[in-house]
């Protein structure tokens, strides 16, 4: 399994940006899946973006796509979420995870359960 550890969480005011950050080690595989997944009170685990570690091909969330962008560096093992104007509606626990490729980046990120890598969650609050 990869180890990961994100950072980058906060107290942020509605409108304003984050940057979460993830590094990842022990790759067993190069051909990878990392993910952004988050925890919002009153829901349950949902993805935001996912990018394949090889080529970058990507997919985010329909509510993610005008506001968040994720993007890697694999020289350094990390991957990122830029967060712009976020709402209230966004606080939550924001979690790294990682996988094998197993299928389309897409279906993987449309179901959390292909990822066998958790970090440990990075807090996420947005209030004025």
């Known amino acids: 399994q990869v180890e990961l550890v994100e950072s980058g969480g906060g107290l942020v005011q509605p409108g304003g940006s984050l940057r979460l950050s993830c590094t990842a080690s022990r790759f067993s595989s190069a051909d990878y899946v990392l993910a952004w997944i988050r925890q919002v009170p009153g829901k349950g685990r949902e993805a935001v973006s996912c990018?394949?570690?090889?080529?970058?091909?990507?997919y985010s969330a329909e509510f993610a796509r005008s506001r968040f962008t994720i993007s890697k560096d694999n020289t350094k093992n990390a991957v990122y979420l830029q967060m712009n104007n976020l709402k209230p509606e966004d606080s939550g626990t924001y979690y790294c995870?990682?996988?094998?490729?197993?299928?389309?980046?897409?279906?993987?990120?449309?179901?959390?359960?292909?990822?066998?890598?958790w970090g440990q969650g990075a807090q996420v609050t947005v209030s004025s």
């Open positions: 995870a990682g996988g094998r490729l197993i299928d389309t980046v897409r279906h993987m990120c449309r179901n959390p359960d292909t990822f066998d890598s």
């Open positions: 990018i394949r570690r090889i080529g970058g091909n990507s």
